[in-house]
């Protein structure tokens, strides 16, 4: 984490910059005097910890919501927001360079102007910020306090000198980019997502270690800026934790982009000379030396745990897996709870959100509700977007459960062809011999908005058969889905029912032969 002194490297001048600013951390803000108890004192004012304090004030909770840096957190600050509205930049300049196969003429070259890209992206994150705001918290009841909270007791946090006793509290301290050692990386400087939303210019070559949801989208987006990207990963494929054939179609989009995707491929040392950076790689038994003018690493993330004084009040944690929860995301002391990136695998926005609500069921209201009823997609946001939810087949079998699979190819849709966004694949998994649907995978260009729908239809209980009368509107990409539907439907026609209605319709125009009465089967 940038200490707070290093927030905006950008000039101060900035109009959305001081907006965002005054958002979520005011400057002069003083600290409220603190209630003598709390319900919910909440640590960590990122996605979980804003969507707690609200939820549980709104219900008529007194609530502490402690904040060491910036109200929003990663996702608004350096996350998906920035991430996001610079892909859609990217996006744009792809389609331009490809006007013509759309009947359309740019005039003159195309010029990408970097600056413009990132003060449009500034933008957007100052407007966001106004949902995070101090004041909507204010407004909403909740006590805010800027410093860094540590445990002193059981049931009391300080702060900034202050002390916060409390009924139950919720540990939603989020996540840290992980830095991978490598000799001479540290002293040679590297990007991570926490300084990347802060350049000026763009770099000319850049070296993006790990080929994780983080690093494909960046890397995208700036080879689209026009950067010349290198994709170093340890592993012998990309996206590891996605299907083979959908990391398959990123890796030939990759190559169309003219992004250098090196598998198998280990950093093993980093020096700064004359400006740029030599990294020097290897893959299996070939060395080489590249040469950089800046190396973003997108190598994982680490929960932030450390100086909280945990073992004062009592909650066992880990440095890899974070907060220890059980499914009610209950700590080892049971006043005490954990939401988001400190504690959870899937480290998303909307999982942070999920688990926030289940906390204040739980903490406050004698809730059971369980982590492991949630039903979680997720998206990587390159171009085409590859989004999952549910099983993949690996797991499915591991469960001991047999599956059918229909996969509708994005060239069979109309819309999808119209639109010229004919890559990827709708992939629906059922337990064969039902419509349950156990899991999908879509790739295409707005996947993340597609997986929706099977995302509700799982949680609804809703099977193929029903979304089968689903109507949808025509063109939409989204008929890939109403088409796996339409493909489970005909494979319930056995040879039986088929050779049935082929002879009643003979029968209906008058038959083949003499015969006048309805047919039977056999
Ligand atoms: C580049 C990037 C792109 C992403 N894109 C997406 C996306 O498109 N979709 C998606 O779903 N997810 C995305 N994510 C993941 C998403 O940002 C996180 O999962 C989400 O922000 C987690 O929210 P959180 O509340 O758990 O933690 P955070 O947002 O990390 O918030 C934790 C807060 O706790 C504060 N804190 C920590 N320790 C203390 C302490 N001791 N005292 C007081 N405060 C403390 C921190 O300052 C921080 O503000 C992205 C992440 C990155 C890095």
Known sequence: ???????????????????????????????????????????????????????????????????????????????????KSIIRTSRLYAEMRHATQYGAQIPGDIRVDFPAVMQRMRGIRARISRADSVRRLTEAGVDVFF???????????????????????????????????????????????????????????????????????????FSRFGSKIIIAQDWPLFLPREERDAAQILSDAFARDGIEVRLNTRVVNVRAEGGQKLVDLVSEDHESTVEVDA????????????????????????DTDGIRVDDFLQTTNPRIYAAGDACLEDKFTHTADASARIVVRNALFLGRQRLSALTIPWCTYTDPEIAHVGLYVRQAHN????????????HDVDRAIADGEETGFVKIHVKEGTDRILGATIVARHAGEMINEVTLAMVAGTGLRTLVRVIHSYPTQGEAIKKAA????????????????????????????????PPSAT
Not at 33 to 51: D, E, H, Q, S, W
Not at 295 to 318: H, K, M, S
Request: net charge negative.
């Open 295 to 318: 190396i973003l690493t997108g190598t994982g993330r680490v929960p932030n745990v450390d100086g909280l004084n945990l073992e004062a009040a009592g909650v066992e944690y880990d």
């Open 147 to 221: 410093g860094t909270a540590c445990f002193s007791e059981a049931a009391a946090v300080t702060v900034d000198g202050a002390t916060l006793r409390f009924k139950k509290a919720m540990i939603a301290t989020g996540s840290r980019p992980d830095t991978p050692s490598i000799p001479g990386l540290v002293e040679a400087g590297f990007l991570t997502n926490e300084n990347i939303f802060d350049l000026t210019e763009l770099p000319r070559r850049l070296l993006v270690i790990g080929g994780g949801p983080l690093g494909c989208e960046l890397a995208q987006a």
């Open 486 to 517: 339409d493909a489970y439907n005909r494979s319930r026609l056995t040879p039986f029912m088929k050779n049935l209605m082929r002879k009643w319709l003979s029968w209906q125009r008058g038959g083949d032969g003499p015969s006048q009465t």
């Open 399 to 410: 469960q001991d459960l047999s599956v059918k699979t229909f996969t509708i190819p994005m």
């Open 1 to 83: 984490m940038l200490p707070p002194d290093d927030f905006i490297n950008v000039a101060p001048s900035s109009v959305a910059e001081r907006e965002r600013r005054e958002n979520i951390h005011p400057e002069g803000w003083r600290n409220p005097a603190p209630a003598v108890c709390y319900n919910l004192v909440v640590i960590g004012a990122g996605t979980a910890g804003l969507v707690a304090a609200h939820a549980a004030a709104a219900l008529g909770a007194k609530v502490a919501l402690i904040e060491r840096h910036l109200l929003g957190g990663d996702c608004l600050n350096v996350g998906c927001v920035p991430s």
